[in-house]
């Protein structure tokens, strides 16, 4: 008698664990904007439009030949792929159905309007930062001002189990924080609207901070020296933005952080690879007050542990300019790199960028070095223009073995002091960056 009442109390847990657990993986969030109704019409500000930049929403919601917002953006997963979706007003094949607590809970919380849980490759956790103004401002501009497109969005390739999305909202339990940014009262107004941007819309933290084993972001905000240290995500290593010498801004003033975001060029580096995602559909629109706050934020971060400095070593520029090419891949560098990055390794002027001291060649991880040999830095647009300058795709001409040769001569050239490249890693991005081949995970953003 006994076991069947303990029984039964134990089954009885177990069935209300149960419907809690079904409803919350299943409820819809309370928005803020919950009461209004979809009478409060949309307005069109040239503040929604400029918001809509900062977030960058442009980049993922569209393919390089599509319509703004239409969506149909294939995004590789370890899990397998998944597209951005139609988020033009239209009303059947995209969001002209949602209110405004409906789009409120896709970006700031990751749940459509049926109720189904959006993958964190949607960037919510950053944009759950954003304020509710910002959040009404945003609407009004994509339900009053981005033109509807009919075009169905593609259902993601991921399966058993993993395509459960509900397991989702578990993670969100988790890994989610729903505060919006609070300013703190510490610091001045450009830091708290820096802060604002770089964690809130700018999403910077979605590439530059690393991951966890669920994909989650391992910090949020600047009270982690995790935060923006550094991270390998699509086959670019986006580079430490904390106070590091070397690896990190240690060196660059808050003139030289401005001047990349505004025109994607600077005496240390030119912007290539995933950054021209965020360079060409948005950083470049931002007000110079904007970008000076960034700079500000992003300079107040403090070191991430690796105190040492580069000096530049004259040896390999002299070997070079001696005609001794007994260094692995400084026969090869001398022929297919010098003529624009020097025999110096400085580069020219701010177009044609330093190999020296430069972060994304000294990298722990060297696969924006490895990404931008096989395959060119991508197309810099500025205001409409693409930039004339472009680094050369060496795919078809150089094998594994001599791109690993030629970045480990730079690597270990001119005071750099990095570790050697093996072919092998050569090889396995030379294939996740190929078009053609089924493990592919290269995105071709706008
Ligand atoms: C880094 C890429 C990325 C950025 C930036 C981004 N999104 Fe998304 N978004 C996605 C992906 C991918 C999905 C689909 C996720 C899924 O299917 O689970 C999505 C889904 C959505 C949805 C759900 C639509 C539906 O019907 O399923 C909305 C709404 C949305 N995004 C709006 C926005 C807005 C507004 C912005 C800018 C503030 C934005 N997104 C920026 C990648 C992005
Ligand atoms: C889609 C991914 C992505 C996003 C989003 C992104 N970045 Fe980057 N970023 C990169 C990659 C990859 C690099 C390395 C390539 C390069 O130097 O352009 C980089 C480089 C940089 C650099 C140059 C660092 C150096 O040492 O050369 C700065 C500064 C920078 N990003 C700032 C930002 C800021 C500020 C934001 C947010 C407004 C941001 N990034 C958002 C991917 C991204
Ligand atoms: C025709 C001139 C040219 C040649 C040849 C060339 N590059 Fe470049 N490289 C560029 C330009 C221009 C950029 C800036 C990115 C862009 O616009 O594509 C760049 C960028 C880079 C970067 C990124 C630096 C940063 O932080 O911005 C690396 C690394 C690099 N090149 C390495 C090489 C190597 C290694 C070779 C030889 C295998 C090489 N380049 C050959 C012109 C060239």
């Known amino acids: 008698m006994q076991v069947r009442l303990w029984a039964a109390g134990v089954l009885a847990i177990v069935a209300i664990a149960a419907a809690a657990v079904t409803w919350y993986v299943h409820r819809i969030p309370r928005s803020p904007f919950a009461a209004e109704l979809r009478a409060a019409a949309p307005t069109a500000s040239p503040e929604g439009e400029y918001a809509a930049r900062l977030a960058d929403c442009v980049a993922c919601h ?7 917002f239409a969506g149909g953006l294939k995004m590789g997963t370890p899990m397998g792929a998944l597209y951005s979706t139609n988020i033009t007003p239209d009303p059947d094949t995209g969001i002209g159905r949602y209110s405004l607590a409906d789009f409120d809970n896709a970006v700031r919380r990751g749940v459509a309007k049926d109720g189904h849980r959006l993958y964190p490759a949607m960037p919510y956790p ?22 509807p497109v009919r075009r169905m969005s593609q259902p993601p390739e991921i399966h058993f189990p993993l395509d459960q999305r509900w397991a989702l909202a ?9 505060d919006p940014y609070r300013l703190k009262a510490d610091h001045d107004a450009a830091w708290n609207r ?38 390998l995500l699509d086959a670019w290593y986006a580079s430490d933005l904390r106070g590091d010498s070397r690896l990190g801004l240690g060196e660059w003033t808050e003139q030289d952080i401005t001047q990349f975001l505004k025109s994607g060029h600077n005496r240390h580096a030119t912007v290539y690879g995933s950054m021209l995602d965020a360079f060409n559909n948005s950083t470049q629109f931002m ?29 390999a520029r002299d070997a ?35 190999l020296a001291g430069n972060a994304s060649v000294l990298e722990r991880d ?31 001409l150089l094998s594994d073995e001599e791109i690993a040769d030629i970045a480990t001569f730079i ?16 090889r396995d991005l030379r294939e996740v960056t190929d078009p053609s081949s089924d493990r592919v995970i290269v995105l071709r953003l706008r």
Request: some cysteine; hydrophobic content about 35%.
């Open 62 to 68: 569209s393919t390089a030949d599509g319509e703004p």
């Open 287 to 315: 007000t110079d007050d904007d970008l000076a706050a960034i700079a500000a934020y992003v300079k107040s971060l403090g070191g991430g542990g690796d105190t040492t400095t580069f000096t530049y070593d004259e040896r």
């Open 320 to 354: 070079l300019d001696g005609g001794d090419l007994s260094a692995r891949g400084a026969a090869k560098y001398l022929s297919q790199c010098s003529s624009c990055h020097g025999q110096d390794g400085k580069g020219r002027g701010d177009l044609l960028p330093p």
């Open 194 to 231: 820096g802060a604002y941007l770089v964690q809130g819309f700018g999403h910077c933290g979605a590439c530059h901070t690393e991951r966890g084993p669920a994909f989650n972001e391992r910090a949020l905000d600047e009270r982690s020296d995790k935060y923006l240290g550094g991270a």
């Open 126 to 147: 950053s944009y759950a930062k954003l304020m509710d103004e910002d959040v009404r401002t945003l609407y009004g501009y994509f339900m009053s001002t981005v033109r």
């Open 411 to 426: 690597r270990s050239s001119w005071g750099n002091g990095a570790g050697a490249v093996q072919a092998s890693r050569v």
């Open 366 to 396: 060297p696969a924006s070095l490895i990404n931008i040999m096989l395959n060119g830095g991508g197309r810099i647009v500025v205001h409409g223009v693409p930039d004339s300058y472009r680094m050369t795709p060496f795919r078809v």
């Open 170 to 178: 578990l993670w969100n339990g988790l890994f989610l924080n729903n």
